[in-house]
């Protein structure tokens, strides 16, 4: 049979919209990067930062919200049941995957698709800086002669930074009690108003701080020291040998995100991490750059699954 010219043009007018459609290169409209936590912390700090470049790169607007609470378990259940199309993205850690696990209402690894090991972050503690503790081994003695009376701030209940403060306090022998706040930001200025004298957080939020004087950092829990603070030991040297603890951030999809939009942001975000300027900045804040293709991610949040999982059932933590 054949079709007269008039009616084929027609007919590829009529389909032409639903093919455009399909075909679209992505990105084709506004990208969000979805944070778990409160505004003012390391994971909303690095999520603008990574958004204001990935506009640049991707052509198109990216915007973070916050959706606080439960540890960023909110969060991470809004991003994990989104369309699976790219537009719909998370910055989060570990303190998403203690959540997920503590909640027992996600799976990490089933519930996400991993793209890109953003950035290493060992934490900070640190102290008011009233606080008559000038290093770690003094924190330690007055612990352990006020037990259960000191208190220590955290993001929230299962946070990262709460569950490196309850390793420090099960190697150290001592009890510190912990005030869960609903975001990094909150807890931090809390601390910085003497409202509770102790935190471990990011570095990404409290270095600046620091080098102000109004917060004393004691340590650090990574192997080494801070490029950004170089004279604060690390807790191992100071006085736990043995002793370190890190936390990471990752930008995740929805389950079942297609391997073409994984490849593309994971290209970005890499190129992007890589920028001299952007590593300095980076490093200056107490981070390390990460990088790496999905898979190094998923093996990571594996490892750390198993790591948390751990100290979740050693503590007991119930959200």
Known sequence: MHCRPGWLWLALLGAAPSVFAQSAPYPAKPV???VGLAPGGGADTFARFIARNLTDTLGQQVVV????????????EYVARSVADGYTLLVGGSGQLAASLSHRRMDP????TPIVLAMEQYFLLTVH????ATNVATLIKLAKARPGDMLYASAGAGSAGHLAMEMFNMTAGIKMIHVPYKGAGAALADVMAGQVPIIFSSPLGTVPVVKTGRLR???TSGPKRMTALPDVPTIAEAALPGFGTASFLGIYG????????VTRINGDVVRIIDRPENREWLMRQGAEPGAG?????AARIRADVDRLGKVIRAI????
């Open 32 to 34: 969000r990067i979805i």
């Open 65 to 76: 919200e916050n959706r606080p609470g439960a540890g960023g378990l909110i969060g991470g």
């Open 254 to 261: 929805p389950p079942g995100l297609p391997r073409e939009i």
């Open 316 to 319: 007991e933590l119930k959200l």
């Open 217 to 219: 950092a004691l340590a």
């Open 109 to 112: 690894e089933r519930d996400f």
């Open 293 to 297: 293709t999905p898979e190094q991610f």
């Open 129 to 132: 800086a009233s606080f008559p």
